[in-house]
Each structure stands twice: as C-alpha cells, then as structure tokens.
C-alpha cells in the first residue's frame, strides 16, 4: 500500500484524542466531578482520599459514557442543531458506532470501577444514572414529550447523591435534598436556554416546551419551577449539610434567581427580540452561578466543619 | 521508502496513540493506588485459618 492512499487528518476529519473526550461531554463532565466530589465531602463519614478520588473520577467516567451513549443515539438531531452540528459524530469525526462502543464499554467500567472502589449502592445508583440518561431520557422522553427536561433532569442530579453513597453506603435526606435542588434547577436553566436558541429544537423536531406549547407558556414553567426551587435550596440550610453560610447564598441568589424568572415572565417575545434576549440569557448565566455557589457553600459548610466554623 | 522509516499512520495517529497511553497508564496508578489503600487499611483481609476451622467445624 503506498502512502498516496492515506491522506492527512484534515483531509479525511480523522478523530484525534480530543475528539474522543469530546463525546464524553467534558463540560458537563465537569459539572458531574464536581457536585459529586460535593456530595462525598459533605457526608458525615471520612473516606480516604485515594477512594474519593478514584470514585469521583469513575462517576465522572460513567456520566461521560451516558454522554457517548447520548451522542451515539442523537446523531441526526444533532446534526440539525446549530449548537451540536459540530459534535463528533455529526461532524464525521467518530462513527455513531464508536460512539455506542466507547459509551457501553466505558459504562460498564465505570460501574465494575466504582464498586470496587466503594460499594455497591454507589455503584447501583451510577448504573441507575447511566441508563436513566442513556435510555429513559435520550431514547424515551427527549423526542416525546415536552416534559423531557424535567423528568431527564433526575440524570444530572444524581451525582451527588452517588458521592453521598460513597462515603456512606446508602441514601439519606441531605443527599436527596441535593437531588431535589439539581432536579428542580434544571428546567428553570434549560428553558432559558430554548427561549434565546431560536428555532434549533424546533428545526430537530425535539418536543421542547417552547416548541410544543409556545414561548408564553414557557415563560409562565420557568417562573413557577423557580418559585417550586426556591423552598427546596433554601430548606436544606437546615438540614446537617446547611449552615449560616450556605443560608446566607442560598436567600440572595433564590431572590435573584425569582427576580430573572419574574423578569422573564412579564415580558413578551418583542421585547425579548428587540434586546436579543438580553434578560433571558442573563438569567440563563445567573442559573449556571446558582448551581455552582449553592454547592460551593455546602462544600464550604464541610470545610469549615472541622474548625468548628460550619455547619448550625 | 527505508525499512525504518516511521510509517504516515503513525505519525498521524501519535497524539490519538499518545493521549490513549497516558489514559490507560494512569488507569494502572488509579488502580494500584486505590489496591495499596483497600490492603492497608484492611478492606480486603481473607479470614484466618482459625476463623476457617472454626466455621468448618460448626463452632463458627
């Protein structure tokens, strides 16, 4: 074979490494590592720092390979979509199959990984996240009902609670107070995100609210899910993971979080045109802040536990 | 084309084969680290002879 026949990277869009860590979705990734590292420092018992740091990468992998399994699965919506044309697969980097090899591979690893390294209730509700993602919200809800978001949300809020069960064995209160506040923040954030995007789920043919039942009626589910959220991050300050501190984030930014909701809902689709969105994306920034202080403080809260600064 | 030359494949395929061999050696250390500790701290104890007889012989 001469070496005429093999063309150059660029030539054939042949998937170099990033490639393969961008089916694993590092961004969201990084959101996993991080609520779940949160969820295991925040639990009463003390794990080694080998096991902690070991289990949160193999959750982090696992959330990673339902993100494969995800991109395997919705090639062709993505393809449509400004936001994901450039995605691996839609690209013509990676085939859908290697896609699905390198999501189940990895997913089982991470599981096998996980309960090794911890225990098998960890282990079990990592399973339960990665087929809860990969099949009841990507291959089920996503492209059937408008709900998608909000029932799919359970996928992203779990991570905590598998930190929890890392460091624990099981499941208690604060760690599904911390589902709770992922679960109700999701579609709050998600929506946001579809009243600026325009008309790319809609060109995909995916049933979001703003596609289904129109952008008023979207602005009136953003507004009661962040009423509905407020209870949830504000009630878990007193719980054994709250504290001053974490009280403190969570009454300021729940009332700005209600305040970019009530914005949101007051104002109709010309106004939101006439400044390109300009509340709606403030909002959806405000939301990212939200998620990233409120476990901030409850790391924070642990933190300073030992100093006999955190907690009540 | 000499015998030792490195083949196109190869060099175009480098940082794909280098990132996939830091991956998989860092997988080693995890796992090795993650071995030392679960030894260490006894996790991973088998019972004593004793304990063994003991249950064999119904006095377990």
Redesign the interface.
């Known amino acids: 074979m001469s ?1 005429t026949s ?1 063309n ?2 660029a030539q054939t869009g ?5 490639d ?2 961008a089916l694993l979705k590092p961004r969201v990734m990084s959101l996993v590592v991080f609520t779940a590292a949160v969820g295991l420092l925040a639990a009463p018992v003390a794990v ?1 720092p ?2 902690a ?2 289990s949160v ?1 193999f959750i982090a992998v696992g959330a990673g390979a339902s993100g494969a399994l995800n991109m395997w699965w919705d090639a062709d919506i993505d393809a449509v979509m400004k936001r994901t044309a450039q995605r691996p697969v839609p690209a013509g980097l990676v085939t859908a199959q290697e896609a699905l090899a390198i999501g189940a591979a990895l997913s089982g690893m991470a599981v096998v990984m996980l309960a ?2 911890s225990n098998f209730v960890a282990a079990g509700l990592l399973a339960f996240t990665i087929f809860f993602y990969a099949v009841v919200y990507t291959m089920w809800l996503k492209r059937w009902t408008p709900q998608n978001i909000v029932i799919g949300g359970a996928a992203g809020a779990f991570p905590p609670m598998i930190g929890w069960a890392v460091a624990t064995g099981g499941v208690s209160l604060e760690s599904v107070l911390m589902f709770a506040l992922i679960f109700m923040w999701t579609p709050p954030h998600f929506w946001a995100l579809c009243l600026f995007m325009n008309s790319d789920y809609e060109n995909a043919g995916v049933p979001m609210l703003t596609v289904t039942h129109g952008r008023r009626v979207t602005r009136r589910h953003v507004l009661a899910y962040t009423i509905l959220l407020a209870p949830v991050a504000v009630g878990t300050a007193f719980t054994a993971i709250g504290g001053p501190i974490y009280l403190s984030v969570a009454v300021v930014l729940n009332a700005l979080f209600l305040k970019g909701a009530f914005d949101i809902w007051r104002r109709d689709e010309a106004q939101a045109q006439a400044d390109k969105y300009r509340v709606e994306k403030r909002f959806f920034a405000l939301s990212l802040l939200y998620l990233f202080a409120h476990f901030g403080a409850i790391l924070a809260e642990a933190a300073l536990a030992p100093l006999g600064l955190g907690g009540w | ?1 000499s015998f030792r030359e490195e ?3 190869h060099k ?2 480098s ?2 084969n ?3 061999g830091l991956v998989l050696a860092g997988f080693i250390v ?1 796992v090795f ?2 071995t ?2 679960k030894v260490t ?1 006894g996790d991973m104890q088998m019972p004593s002879s004793e304990e063994v007889g003991a249950s064999a012989d119904g006095n377990g």
């Open positions: 070496d093999f150059t990277q042949e998937a170099g490494f990033g393969y860590v080694h080998v096991v740091l070991a990468l090794l390294a | 084309m083949h196109e494949l175009r395929r940082g794909r280098i990132g996939v995890l680290g993650l030392v500790v701290r």
